[in-house]
């Protein structure tokens, strides 16, 4: 069992990775671009009609889901830290909607930018596939980590004539 003070040195790493990550995603995602595209003149509250539910092309999806994938373990690590494990999956992929959806709002008033809601259900998914590869990778260190400290290792001396069991105690 970890420490309060390993435990919230974990927390901190953890949410200072999360808010890198969320800089990032949001550098990359809400930097205006060169294309012709004005934003329409409506209220931020108005913003939300202007999200298009056009499908898209198979780079950009492929891009919007690979995009999350990493943010996805870096939120369920995060989330992991705080909930239970069980929901750490769940809070993840939440997190990846909330803010997916946020920056497809914000696109709207960004010129060069076409927010899609099919962006939204692809890093959705981006962060489903990254929150569960680190959670099954987790289980099974964590079974290795249970097999090893269950088993003593003997060991021997070339000669055989001196030996000594070692138990790893966590």
């Known amino acids: 069992m970890l420490s309060r003070s390993h435990t919230r040195l974990i927390r901190q790493w953890t949410m200072?990775?999360?808010?890198?990550?969320?800089?990032?995603?949001?550098?990359?995602?809400?930097?205006?671009?060169?294309?012709?595209?004005?934003?329409?003149?409506?209220?931020?509250?108005d913003g939300i009609r202007f999200i298009s539910f056009e499908p898209t092309c198979a780079r950009d999806v492929i891009g919007n889901v690979m995009m999350f994938v990493p943010a996805g373990v870096i939120f369920w690590a995060t989330a992991a830290?705080?909930?239970?494990?069980?929901?750490?999956t769940t809070a993840a992929i939440a997190a990846a909607g909330i803010l997916s959806f946020g920056i497809e709002?914000?696109?709207?008033?960004?010129?060069?930018?076409?927010?899609?809601?099919?962006d939204i259900c692809t890093n959705m998914f981006g962060?489903?596939?990254?929150?569960?590869?680190?959670?099954?990778?987790t289980q099974i260190l964590a079974a290795i980590i249970r097999r090893l400290a269950a088993s003593p290792m003997r060991i021997e001396s070339p000669d055989k004539a001196t030996s000594m069991t070692l138990t790893i105690r966590l």
């Open 16 to 45: 200072i990775f999360c808010v890198l990550a969320i800089a990032g995603i949001c550098f990359g995602t809400l930097m205006p671009m060169p294309f012709d595209r004005t934003p329409p003149k409506v209220s931020f509250i």
């Open 81 to 88: 830290t705080w909930v239970r494990r069980a929901w750490a």
């Open 105 to 118: 709002w914000a696109q709207v008033f960004i010129p060069g930018r076409y927010p899609s809601a099919i």
């Open 127 to 137: 962060a489903l596939v990254g929150a569960t590869l680190v959670n099954i990778l």
